[in-house]
C-alpha cells in the first residue's frame, strides 16, 4: 500500500517510510541520514551516548504519538508537518533551529528557548501537553534538533526556513471543498481522518487543535503550495492553495486548551 503513495519517487520519502516500516517491527532506532555534503552535520563525530540520545529524538519526530505518547492528544507527528523528519527545505525544517534560539515569540510575547518551542508544539500542534524540561523525551528531541544544527552560524537562518512566502489571498471554500475532493482526499480521506500514522488527519479529532500555527489558513496556504499533494508536489496555484486552506480551516478541529495559553 505505501508503494501507491510515493509515485514521485523520492528518495527521501521511501526513507522516511522505511524508517517508519524500521519503527512498527520494533525498537531498530534508524540513525540520521546525512553526508559530508548535507547541510547538517552527521552524528559521526559524536559520543555513543549523544547518538543513542539522537536516535531517540528522530524516532520521537517521526512517530510521536508513539515515542512520545505521555504527551501527545492526537495521531500527528512532528514531521507529518516538518516534512522528512525536519530537514525538508520550507516545510518549516529544523537544520540550525537550535541556532536560532533563544529568540523573541509573538505568542508568548516574549523570549523563549528551543525547549519552550517544543512544549507549545505539544500543546498545539499535538493536542497534547507541554513535556517537561527534564524528561528523557525533551532531552531526546534537543539532541536531535541539535545534530541538525551542527554546521550553521548562530544567529543565521537556513534558508528553506519556514514556508514560501505569500501574498494573502482571500479562499474560497466553496471551491476548495471540490480541490479537496480531487487533489486531496485520496490520501487524507473525504472524512479528513486520513490513515495514520502513514497519511495524516487534516481535521477532526485526532488532528492538530484551533491553538496550533497550521490553523492559520495563510500559514496552510504557504505550506500546501509547496508541499501537496503530497504526490504531485508544487502543483498548486496560490489561489487552489488558500482555497483549500479555507475548506480546511472550517471543518471541525479539538480546541486549544487554555491552561497551556502560556505555551
Ligand atoms: C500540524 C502541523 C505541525 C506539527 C504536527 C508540528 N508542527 Fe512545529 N510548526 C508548525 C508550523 C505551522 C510552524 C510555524 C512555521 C512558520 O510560521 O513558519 C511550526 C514551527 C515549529 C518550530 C519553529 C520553527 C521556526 O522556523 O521558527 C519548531 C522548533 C517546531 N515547530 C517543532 C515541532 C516539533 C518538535 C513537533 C513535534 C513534537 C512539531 N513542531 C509538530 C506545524 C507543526
Ligand atoms: C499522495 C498522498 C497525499 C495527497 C494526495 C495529499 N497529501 Fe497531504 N500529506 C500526505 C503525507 C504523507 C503527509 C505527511 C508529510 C509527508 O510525509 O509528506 C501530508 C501532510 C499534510 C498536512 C500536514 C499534516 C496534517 O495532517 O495536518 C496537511 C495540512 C496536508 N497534508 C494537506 C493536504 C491537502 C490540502 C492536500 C490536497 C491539496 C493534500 N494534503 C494532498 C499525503 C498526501
Same mark, same amino acid.
Given at each position: 500500500?505505501?508503494?501507491?503513495?510515493?509515485?514521485?519517487?523520492?528518495?527521501?520519502?521511501?526513507?522516511?517510510?522505511? /524508517?517508519?516500516?524500521?519503527?512498527?517491527?520494533?525498537? =531498530?532506532?534508524?540513525? &540520521?541520514?546525512?553526508?559530508?555534503?548535507?547541510?547538517?552535520?552527521?552524528?559521526?563525530?559524536?559520543?555513543?551516548?549523544?547518538?543513542?540520545?539522537?536516535?531517540?529524538?528522530?524516532?520521537?519526530?517521526?512517530?510521536? &504519538?508513539?515515542? /512520545?505518547?505521555?504527551?501527545?492528544?492526537?495521531?500527528?507527528?512532528?514531521?507529518?508537518?516538518?516534512?522528512?523528519?525536519?530537514?525538508?527545505?520550507?516545510?518549516? &525544517?529544523?537544520?540550525?533551529?537550535?541556532?536560532?534560539?533563544?529568540?523573541?515569540?509573538?505568542? /508568548?510575547?516574549?523570549?523563549?528557548?528551543?525547549?519552550?518551542?517544543? =512544549?507549545?508544539?505539544?500543546?498545539?500542534?499535538?493536542?497534547?501537553?507541554?513535556?517537561?524540561?527534564?524528561?528523557?523525551?525533551?532531552?531526546?528531541?534537543?539532541?536531535?534538533?541539535?545534530?541538525?544544527?551542527?554546521?550553521?552560524?548562530?544567529?543565521?537562518?537556513?534558508?528553506?526556513?519556514?514556508?514560501?512566502?505569500?501574498?494573502?489571498?482571500?479562499?474560497?471554500?466553496?471551491?476548495?471543498?471540490?480541490?479537496?475532493?480531487?487533489?486531496?482526499?485520496?490520501?487524507?480521506?473525504?472524512?479528513?481522518?486520513?490513515? &495514520?500514522?502513514?497519511?495524516? @488527519?487534516?481535521?477532526?479529532?485526532?488532528?492538530?487543535?484551533?491553538?496550533?500555527?497550521?490553523?492559520?489558513?495563510?500559514?496552510?496556504?504557504?505550506?500546501?503550495?509547496?508541499?501537496?499533494?503530497?504526490?504531485?508536489?508544487?502543483?498548486?496555484?496560490? =489561489?487552489?492553495?488558500?482555497?483549500?486552506?479555507?475548506?480546511?480551516?472550517?471543518? @471541525?478541529? @479539538?480546541?486549544?486548551?487554555?491552561?497551556?495559553?502560556?505555551?
Amino acid at each position: 500500500m505505501f508503494g501507491n503513495y510515493s509515485i514521485t519517487g523520492l528518495s527521501l520519502v521511501a526513507l522516511g517510510l522505511a /524508517a517508519a516500516l524500521a519503527g512498527c517491527a520494533g525498537p =531498530q532506532p534508524t540513525p &540520521p541520514a546525512a553526508t559530508s555534503t548535507s547541510p547538517y552535520q552527521t552524528a559521526a563525530v559524536l559520543s555513543g551516548s549523544e547518538k543513542q540520545q539522537i536516535r531517540l529524538g528522530k524516532l520521537i519526530f517521526d512517530e510521536t &504519538p508513539k515515542y /512520545a505518547s505521555a504527551y501527545v492528544g492526537n495521531k500527528l507527528s512532528c514531521s507529518d508537518c516538518h516534512i522528512q523528519s525536519g530537514t525538508a527545505a520550507h516545510a518549516a &525544517p529544523m537544520i540550525n533551529m537550535a541556532k536560532l534560539f533563544p529568540m523573541f515569540n509573538k505568542r /508568548a510575547g516574549r523570549v523563549i528557548s528551543l525547549q519552550e518551542r517544543f =512544549q507549545e508544539c505539544f500543546a498545539r500542534s499535538e493536542n497534547g501537553r507541554p513535556l517537561p524540561m527534564d524528561s528523557v523525551e525533551m532531552k531526546a528531541l534537543t539532541a536531535y534538533v541539535n545534530s541538525l544544527s551542527i554546521k550553521g552560524k548562530k544567529g543565521e537562518a537556513y534558508k528553506g526556513r519556514g514556508f514560501v512566502k505569500l501574498d494573502e489571498l482571500a479562499g474560497n471554500p466553496v471551491k476548495g471543498k471540490s480541490l479537496y475532493a480531487s487533489k486531496c482526499a485520496g490520501c487524507h480521506g473525504a472524512d479528513g481522518a486520513g490513515v &495514520p500514522p502513514i497519511l495524516p @488527519p487534516v481535521w477532526g479529532p485526532n488532528s492538530y487543535n484551533d491553538g496550533a500555527g497550521m490553523d492559520d489558513p495563510k500559514k496552510m496556504a504557504a505550506f500546501l503550495v509547496h508541499n501537496m499533494p503530497q504526490n504531485y508536489p508544487q502543483s498548486l496555484t496560490a =489561489q487552489d492553495a488558500f482555497d483549500v486552506a479555507a475548506f480546511v480551516h472550517s471543518m @471541525p478541529r @479539538p480546541k486549544f486548551n487554555q491552561a497551556y495559553k502560556n505555551y
